[in-house]
C-alpha cells in the first residue's frame, strides 16, 4: 500500500474553507484514496474516495492531482463539529479485506 | 442513519481473564472488521470476516484473538487471557460488499486490563 504524507496539524477559523493536503507519491494505479476522521476517540467515520476524478459529497471534496500523487480535502464550511484528526489512505480496493493502514493524520482545530 | 453498535462501552478486567467485545454491525452489512487504537497511538487493523470465516488479520491477532459471528446479528471479539499490553479502545466495523473500503465504526470499547 502507498505511504501517505500528511502535516501533524493545522487550524481553521469556522466557517472558512479547510483545505487538507496529502502526499501520496507512490500511490499505484489501482489504489484509491480515502479520507476519514475520528473525532474525539470516537470511531473512524468515513468522508470521501476517489481514483482519478474530483469528488464531492455532502460532507466535503476530494481534489487529486492529475498525476495522483497529492489529494487535497476540502471542508467548505468548517464548523466547529469538524475539530478532528483526518486521515488520508491509499488503498486498493481489491484483496485488501478492509485492511486500512491509518496513519498519524492530520489534527484539525476550528476555531470560532 | 443505520449505525454499528458495540457493548459493553467500558470493559474492565484482570489481567489473565477472558472477555467477550459485542457488536452488532449495520443489518444488510457482509463484512466485518476489528480494529483497535492503544492511547495515543494509529488505528490499527485487527481482523477481517466474511462468510463466517477470517479473510485477513494481522500480526496482532494471534491465538489469544477469535472472532465469531454466533448468530444472524451479533459479531463478537475474544481475548482468551488478556495482557496489561491489550489495553486498547477496540472498534467494530462493517461494510456492505466485497472491495468496498468505506467503513461503518462503531463507537468502541475501551477495555482496561489491570
Known amino acids: 500500500d502507498a505511504k501517505t504524507t500528511q502535516p501533524p496539524s493545522m487550524d481553521c477559523a469556522e466557517g472558512r474553507a479547510a483545505n487538507l493536503p496529502c502526499n501520496h507519491s507512490?500511490?499505484?494505479?489501482?489504489?484509491?484514496v480515502y479520507w476519514y476522521r475520528q473525532i474525539h476517540s470516537q470511531g473512524p467515520q468515513y468522508i470521501i474516495h476517489?481514483?482519478?476524478n474530483n469528488e464531492t459529497n455532502e460532507m466535503a471534496s476530494l481534489i487529486i492531482t492529475e498525476d495522483r500523487k497529492s489529494s487535497t480535502l476540502i471542508l467548505p464550511h468548517a464548523t466547529l463539529r469538524d475539530t478532528a484528526v483526518y486521515y488520508c489512505?491509499?488503498?486498493?480496493?481489491?484483496?485488501?479485506?478492509?485492511?486500512?493502514?491509518f496513519g498519524a493524520g492530520t489534527q484539525v482545530v476550528v476555531t470560532p | 442513519e443505520p449505525e454499528v453498535t458495540q457493548t459493553p462501552s467500558h470493559q474492565v478486567t484482570q489481567m489473565g481473564q477472558e472477555v467477550i467485545l459485542r457488536c452488532v454491525p449495520i443489518?444488510?452489512?457482509?463484512?466485518f472488521y476489528w480494529y483497535r487504537q492503544i492511547l495515543g497511538q494509529k488505528v490499527e487493523f485487527l481482523v477481517s470476516?466474511?462468510?463466517?470465516?477470517?479473510?485477513?488479520k494481522s500480526e496482532i491477532f494471534d491465538d489469544q484473538f477469535s472472532v465469531e459471528r454466533p448468530d444472524g446479528s451479533n459479531f463478537t471479539l475474544k481475548i482468551r487471557s488478556t495482557k496489561l499490553e491489550d489495553s486498547a479502545m477496540y472498534f467494530c466495523?462493517?461494510?456492505?460488499?466485497?472491495?468496498?473500503?468505506?467503513?461503518?465504526f462503531g463507537s468502541g470499547t475501551q477495555l482496561s486490563v489491570l
Open positions: 507512490t500511490i499505484s494505479g489501482n489504489e484509491y
Open positions: 443489518s444488510n452489512h457482509l463484512y
Open positions: 466495523a462493517s461494510s456492505d460488499r466485497e472491495n468496498n473500503e468505506k467503513l461503518f
Open positions: 470476516f466474511y462468510n463466517n470465516e477470517i479473510s485477513e
Open positions: 476517489g481514483l482519478k
Open positions: 489512505i491509499a488503498e486498493m480496493t481489491t484483496d485488501s479485506w478492509g485492511k486500512l493502514q
